[in-house]
């Protein structure tokens, strides 16, 4: 077991910048979800930890040591890839063997490894078949036994669980939870659901373009995101953000397209350097309810609903807010910017998540409340979470 730690990693592909400078310290024994979009450079990331590739500048270090000029075999690392490649002509056993074999474990070592890790993944009835004969899951395990028995110091996995249908997805999510608990080995867990990050990781890491965006708890990332982009990435449907300008004197209120929600006290510090500017403002769906308001801080919005999806335990209306009930102070009529004036004439779209007993329809005018203690807002330019 060791701790992982990347120090300005940077790499390029010829003229184009992939990574650009990663910082990230991955403690001893930790499961860590690398999270982010297609092509952000997740498995850049994982293949330069384990020396597949040479780091344009940088350094990593796997518990004390650094690796840069290691090659693979002696970072004492074992990967998990997205195509398990089994060797379709030996046993599972053999497939599981393969590795140790090759670096001159003794038989008897051999033997006690393979059957150890074959108990732990359920693997022990089918060590005698050939991959072709077994199910995408099982074959998934014995990619993850490969990794297993030669106890590695740290687990890089690679969407390892893509290739399975969503039922064994989560059945095998559950499974390399428990083994985590039982090995305790530091693991990069690498994928571009948000689901199985959420429910995997003790720590999630949510990348973009090369660039860290957030390191925290699940909790942490959703509950506070430090940027548009990790408020907006995790979490489904998305969060809405709606353009808003900062108005009023002593109170503050978000001045949106169609309507306008007060900021409540406790945020007024935050905000007032924004008066007389553009922020966007931040709401989960399910910190949108049905219903009136109590006036004050609930103020209720008239929106229609556009769609509505019944999903079983919860239904998400697709709502807007009409245009043209815009209601700014003529003083704030002058400070309104250029780019709010042309989201002034547009109808304002958002989704909320609300309870499957909600009688709306579809073509309704409905009154909905935001929850203002859970809001987010942003800055416009850099996208910083401002609270
Ligand atoms: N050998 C290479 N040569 C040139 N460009 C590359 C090479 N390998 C990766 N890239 C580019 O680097 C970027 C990051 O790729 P990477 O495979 O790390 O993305 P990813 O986050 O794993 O995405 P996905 O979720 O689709 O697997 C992509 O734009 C990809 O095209
Ligand atoms: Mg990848």
Redesign the pocket.
Known sequence: MAEVRLVNLAKA??P?Q?LKGIDLTIPDGEFVVLL????????????LIAGL?EATSGEIFIGERKVNDLPPKERDIAMVF?SYALYPHMTVFDNMAFGLRLHGVRREEVDRRVMEAAEMLELTPLLARKPRALSGGQRQRVAVGRAIVRNPKVFLM??PLSNLDAKLRVQTRVELSKLHMKLGVTTIY?T?DQMEAMTLGNLVVI?NQ?IIQQMGTPSDVYDRPANKFVAGFVGSPPMNFFPALVDGEEELFFQMASFRLPVLPERCAALAPYRGKDVVFGIRPEDINMGGGDGAVHIPVTAKVDVLELLGAEIFLYLSSPEGIFVASSASQKLLSQKFLKLKATAVSFIARVDPSTPAKEGDSVQVVFNLGRSHAFDADSERAIY
């Open positions: 592909f010829g184009v992939i982010g979009p297609s092509g952000c450079g997740k498995t850049t990331t994982l293949r590739e997205q690679d969407e690498v571009h990348m090369g």
